[in-house]
């Protein structure tokens, strides 16, 4: 086979940047290990920023967005015992969409199957070669049969466990990482959510989030030691500690039932440079991971993946410089990102390693939040995604 770009991942960033490309007359193609169900089974992101919903319109597929996106103009963060309502839309004029990951991954298949796009899924083995070449090509198994695909560019989009990164030899990367010595408990439930707006706790016992999929099913999450499994929490006691977390009258009207999804995710900051070698482009997981407390993980895959179909675009039309780019524009935005993800990790969470000095500090941060204009329109300004 040959194809113009070749995009390794068919998550979020792999299906947007094809559908981009084609859009635009380049001709892609997308290899995804596993299925399609298991794809679209995955709970994940649910906060889509300004500016992923205005490329989800430019690509066509913004429709069931904007019917069934629920548009929140701010957020409530209660911690050491202050209320501090960030007016997103009064502080810098723009908001942010609650639209599942889920449903921006349908969206883009159904776009995607619309104009006959070639997605294979279950692709096995997938190994990238002679990308610091000028005729590079991707080898991979599927139903049995060995197969090859040349072509100009190859995109790595397939997350923080795929081979894209890998291929790029250590000695010219470099790997910035932070660890946070605990994890986030998930449960989805059919419930209705907590708050119009999303609640995020700071207390003693640890971190709570109180967010939303639609009017019938919220997403809550609780800190957790990395030591916990899935296994030792009931439902019972996730509603119990997730009151606890909360101030009284917001625990009071917390409606409970049963989890239909749970999970743990561990959190970290990842970001490895250059997202470029040669010929093979890293876009969103492949290339940095954020605690996803400022639910910015999503968010960063459509910037580079916006920056990435761009520069792809304007290179087949001649113009080489904004791939050669590429990599340095995406991570000017990447690394400003971890920085507010990093900051609203390290405000909100319990460190109970690191003493009471860090609880006053952090108690003194949501104090100078509460009464600073200034300090609200910067987390303002970071929450809704700075611009691209
Ligand atoms: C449990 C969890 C919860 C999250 N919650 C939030 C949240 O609340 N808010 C938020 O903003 N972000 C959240 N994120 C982050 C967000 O989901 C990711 O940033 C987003 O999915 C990135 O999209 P992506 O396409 O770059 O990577 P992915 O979604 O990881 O997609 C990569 C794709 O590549 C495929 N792949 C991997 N290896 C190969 C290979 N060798 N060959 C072919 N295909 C391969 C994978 O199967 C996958 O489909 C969460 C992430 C996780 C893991």
């Known amino acids: 086979m040959r194809h113009q770009v070749c995009i390794i991942g068919g998550g979020p960033s792999g299906l947007l940047l094809c559908l981009l490309l084609r859009r635009a007359g380049v001709d892609a193609i997308v290899l995804e290990q596993r299925s399609r169900a298991y794809v679209l089974g995955r709970i994940r992101a649910g906060v889509l920023e300004q500016g992923l919903v205005d490329i989800l319109h430019h690509a066509g597929v913004g429709q069931r967005l904007a019917a069934e996106g629920f548009v929140h103009d701010g957020t409530l963060i209660v911690a050491h015992g202050r209320r501090v309502h960030i007016d997103f839309k009064a502080l810098t004029g723009k908001t942010v969409t609650i639209y599942g990951q889920t449903e921006v991954t349908r969206d883009l298949y159904d776009a995607l199957d619309a104009m006959g796009a070639p997605v294979l899924h279950e692709a096995e083995g997938v190994t990238i070669h002679g990308a610091e070449t000028d005729a590079p090509y991707v080898t991979f198994t599927r139903g049995g049969q060995a197969q090859r695909i040349d072509c100009d560019y190859i995109a790595g989009c397939d997350g923080f466990h795929g081979v894209s990164r890998r291929t790029i030899p250590e000695a010219l990367r470099q790997e910035f990482e932070h660890v946070y010595p605990f994890g986030w408990l998930g449960i989805l439930s059919e419930t209705p959510p907590l708050h119009h707006e999303l ?24 800190q957790v030691p990395l030591t916990d499994r899935v296994e030792d929490w009931t439902d019972e006691t996730f509603w119990a500690e997730l009151r606890r977390r909360l101030p009284p009258d917001l625990a009071e009207v917390l409606v409970t039932g049963p989890s239909i999804e749970k999970s743990i995710a561990p959190l970290r900051s990842f970001i490895s440079e250059p997202m470029s070698w040669g010929r093979l482009f890293l876009a969103g997981d492949a290339a940095h991971i954020v605690p996803p407390t400022g639910a910015k993980g999503l968010n960063l895959a459509a910037s580079d993946v916006w920056y990435l179909s761009q520069a792809l675009i304007a290179q087949y039309q001649g113009d080489a410089a904004p791939l050669a780019g590429y990599s340095a524009q995406a991570l000017a935005r990447v690394w400003k990102a971890s920085r507010f993800s990093w900051s609203m990790t390290r405000m909100l969470h319990s460190f109970p390693s690191e003493g009471p000095f860090l609880a006053r500090m952090q108690a003194a941060e949501v104090d100078y939040l509460a009464g600073a204009p200034a300090a609200q329109t910067a987390l303002a300004e970071n929450y809704v995604g700075l611009p691209y």
Do not use: I, K, P
């Open 199 to 222: 609640v995020y706790a700071g207390h003693e016992r640890g971190f709570a989030l109180c967010s939303m999929r639609n009017a019938n099913l919220s997403r809550h999450y609780l």
